[in-house]
């Protein structure tokens, strides 16, 4: 059936891979996960936030995790949400201009556990950046926003995504260029009247792993995006 055939809402989904398309406005409450894009506090942070031992978050302004004006850039974003085995806590932040770097967080404290910086991502100077890490099987998926955001319906952000079997990388895309040198396998770009998907997120609900991103519509007006992500037989992921 076409899920949007009784709501309006022909500009507002993004087909499935096969079969029918399916409506955001269709998918069940416990989908429908809002957030913003910009602001003092990203939904990342507030996400991240929650999933810090009891008290870290009375802490949060006890001291800086790391600065910004000795040689690094301010624009950091992305909370990992999702802990890698060995319970170690990571921030990944993206600088737009210098590439995606990781660090070790205490977890005792909530302040950087060492004054080691890993680059896991980078273009040369191209823009990157919203990185986000996911754990599926026996891979870390590192998904990042390629190119710019934030220009309506002339945005050309796209979701990139790379893997690694260790928390800190090396991560690889596809065809096997590292991300630190510009690679990255394409998951979701412009289609349609889906204009600059970027800023993404991934969850697991009940029975599929969920892509959630922000687009925007024709006439400029920034959306929210929701997809179920499947994992083709060489587990690199895909949306429908």
């Not at 991934?202 to 687009?215: E, G, Q």
Request: with cysteine; hydrophobic share 30%; net charge positive.
């Amino acid at each position: 059936m076409d899920g949007c055939a009784d709501h309006g809402c022909p500009d507002d989904r993004v087909p499935r891979r096969a079969g029918p398309p399916r409506c955001r406005r269709d998918l069940p409450e416990s989908r429908k996960r809002h957030r913003r894009h910009r602001g003092t506090r990203s939904v990342h942070d507030q996400a991240a936030e929650r999933r810090l031992p009891r008290g870290l978050h009375r802490r949060r302004h006890r001291a800086q995790v790391l600065p910004g004006p000795h040689g690094l850039p301010q624009h950091r974003r992305g909370l990992p949400r999702r802990r890698p085995l060995d319970l170690r806590l990571h921030q990944a932040f993206g600088s737009f201009w210098s590439g995606i770097k990781l660090i070790a967080i205490n977890p005792s404290t909530g302040l950087r556990a060492d004054n080691s910086i890993v680059s896991i991502a980078g273009r040369g100077g191209g823009p990157i950046e919203a990185p986000f890490i996911f754990r599926h099987g026996a891979y870390y998926y590192l998904y990042v926003s390629f190119d710019y955001c934030c220009r309506g319906a002339s945005s050309n952000y796209r979701i990139m995504v790379g893997r690694s079997t260790s928390v800190t990388g090396p991560y690889y895309d596809r065809n096997g260029v590292a991300m630190t040198s510009g690679g990255g396998t394409e998951l979701l770009a412009s289609h349609g009247s889906i204009h600059g998907p970027g800023g993404e997120g991934v969850f697991t609900d009940t029975d599929h792993d969920i892509l959630d991103y922000h687009y925007y519509a024709d006439d400029g007006t920034p959306q929210l995006g929701i997809n179920w992500l499947g994992y083709d037989s060489a587990g690199w992921p895909y949306v429908f």
